[in-house]
């Protein structure tokens, strides 16, 4: 097993997420959709969608597959959709949920098949932004954390389906 370098404890993240929530709330208003992408940003959007709870907000919540790592540690850059985009978008105010914006490929297939799908005024929201790693023109509306390169996982990150279960944002030593 490689070792998990702790990267932000179980408090940072819940302090993170109690502010993104403030400003996901101010931005959104009470009535949107939120389209989170599986499988990483599962224990995310759980927190998110609590949080919004508290402040007033009633998102709808939906989850969308989207692959684009197979088992490997790097993106292959060509995402796709698994399982179908929720009906009744037509019109929604929507908020796109991942968990790592990294080259980008991923959330700008998310977004533009949201779109497509004729949602209303679309954002998106990311815990993690890997800014260095950008190949695609997109950056998030609301993001949690802007890091460094370097493989992440747990709060229900994985490699390999693995590491999910850890309450902790942590880096895989190497990876
Ligand atoms: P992108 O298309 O390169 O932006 O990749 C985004 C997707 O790749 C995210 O939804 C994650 O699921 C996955 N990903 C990117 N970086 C990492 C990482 O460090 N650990 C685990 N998954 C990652
Ligand atoms: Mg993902």
Redesign the pocket.
Known sequence: MAEVRLLFDERRIAGRVEALADAVAAGMGPDFTIVA?LT??FVFTADLARALGRRGARPRIEFVG?K??GDA?V?S?R?VLVGNLPPDLSGRRVLVV??????????AFARDAVRAQGAGETRTCVLLD?RA?R?MPIEADFTGFTIED????GYG???AQDYRYLPYLGVLEDA
């Open positions: 992408l990483g940003a989207i684009s790592y540690t993106s850059g995402p991942d968990d790592i914006l990294d080259t980008g490929h991923a959330l890997k790693r190949e370097g493989f992440v996982v990150i994985d490699c």
